[in-house]
Antibody, heavy 116, light 106 residues
Framework: EVQLVESGGDLVQPGGSLRLSCVASGFTFGEYWMTWVRQAPGKGLEWVANINQTGSETHYADSVKGRFTVSRDNAKNSLFLQMHSLRDEDTAMYYCATGSAGGGTWGQGTLVSVSS | DIQMTQSPSSLSASVGDRVTITCRAS??????LGWYQQKPGKAPKRLIS???RLQSWVPSRFSGSGSGTEFTLTISSLQTEDIATYYCQQHNSYPQTFGGGTKVEI
């Protein structure tokens, strides 16, 4: 069974940092682009970032560029999102998904809350 | 950035009704568009890729059409299990962008 499990979400103060993880199973992780998408409470979907199979190509939403970094460890079937300089507006459920546009399997999400 | 405008933002329909959701792109995105369904408390799932290609799990009452800047998602006969919020997403250029969503209620 193809599965993605996110973790690392937490309550953090504005200006703080957090690292999200997404562990994959049931498929050959290293063969897929991976994507992060977030959803603020009661709001719509926002594409955040994606990364190619080797990690050599990454893309970011304007709202997170320079603050967030997407990376992966294919040996550990893991995707990461390092988040710095967190703002109130980064509060959201963060999902990882397979595919360059997130069109495949999604995880259940991990909740990031930014508040003082 | 490409803006994706969905309409309506919400709709109420009856079981058996034909439902149409529109998504307009601020510039030509060819057919680089997907539709997603999100049920309350769940992660989204892609229904349609490349504007009109149904994913294997999707019932045939769903269809997608369009290219360029105007796209539609149609449910030919609304069922109770179709209650959800639907989003379009363009992946023609970065940053990828989603429409604002359409909440479908009965």
């Amino acid at each position: 069974e193809v599965q993605l499990v996110e973790s690392g979400g937490d309550l953090v103060q504005p200006g703080g940092s957090l690292r999200l993880s997404c562990v994959a199973s049931g498929f050959t992780f290293g063969e897929y682009w991976m994507t992060w998408v977030r959803q603020a409470p009661g709001k719509g979907l926002e594409w955040v970032a994606n990364i190619n199979q080797t990690g050599s190509e990454t893309h970011y939403a304007d709202s997170v560029k320079g603050r967030f970094t997407v990376s992966r460890d294919n040996a550990k079937n893991s995707l990461f999102l390092q988040m710095h300089s967190l703002r109130d507006e980064d509060t959201a459920m963060y999902y990882c998904a397979t595919g360059s546009a997130g069109g495949g399997t999604w995880g259940q999400g991990t909740l990031v809350s930014v508040s003082s | 950035d490409i803006q994706m405008t969905q309409s309506p933002s919400s709709l109420s329909a009856s079981v058996g009704d034909r439902v149409t959701i529109t998504c307009r792109a601020s510039q030509d995105i060819r057919n680089d568009l997907g539709w997603y369904q999100q049920k309350p408390g769940k992660a989204p799932k892609r229904l349609i890729s490349t504007a009109s290609r149904l994913q294997s799990w999707v019932p045939s009452r769903f269809s997608g059409s369009g290219s360029g800047t105007e796209f539609t998602l149609t449910i030919s006969s609304l069922q109770t299990e179709d209650i959800a919020t639907y989003y379009c997403q363009q992946h023609n250029s970065y940053p990828q962008t989603f429409g604002g969503g359409t909440k479908v209620e009965i």
